[in-house]
């Protein structure tokens, strides 16, 4: 407590529901944990299954594998070489950006993910998740649509080099 800050005394008969006066004094309320919803169209299941196809296309192949769920703008390809440029490592990256509201899907390898990821498989991939997104519901097109097109790519990529 700061020099000359006035505290309120509490009568324990205003105390509300869950809160007690510590032996400092101050009031400790307990509260309800309440996780946040994610923001955005997905639900917490379907960023989960994206989570864990990252993951596991990451792992498998030793790739550095992102997506990006956006607008892109004018030059879509442009504004995901720009995305995949902000990655850690952006030579081993491959970044997955879709842009639904442009109808846009862009897909960039980095120098060495490139060499064990050819644009043959990139367009597979990319023409996988086009057939998912005409099924009509978008998020869950989405979702599915990545989900194989994940799958897909660390196919192709295969194994991380021992």
Do not use: C
């Not at 997955?96 to 993910?113: D, L, N, Q, Y």
């Amino acid at each position: 407590m700061a020099t000359g800050e006035l505290t309120r005394r509490v009568d324990e008969s205003e105390l509300g529901y869950g809160e007690a006066i510590t032996n400092s004094g101050r009031v400790s309320a307990a509260k309800m944990y309440e996780p946040a919803a994610p923001a955005g169209p997905f639900n917490t299941r379907q960023l989960a299954r994206l989570d864990e196809a990252l993951t596991f296309a990451s792992r498998e192949t030793g790739l550095d594998f992102s997506l990006y769920l956006g607008e892109l703008g004018e030059d879509s390809r442009t504004a995901a070489e720009k995305l995949h440029a902000t990655t850690a490592d952006p030579s081993n990256a491959v970044l997955i950006a879709v842009s639904p509201g442009e109808r846009k899907i862009e897909i960039v390898t980095g120098k060495v993910a490139h060499l064990r990821l050819p644009d043959r498989g990139a367009k597979l991939a990319v023409a996988s998740m086009v057939a998912s997104f005409k099924e009509g519901d978008l998020v869950r097109g989405l979702v599915n649509g990545l989900v194989n097109a994940l799958r897909m790519l660390s196919d192709q990529a295969g194994p991380a080099p021992r």
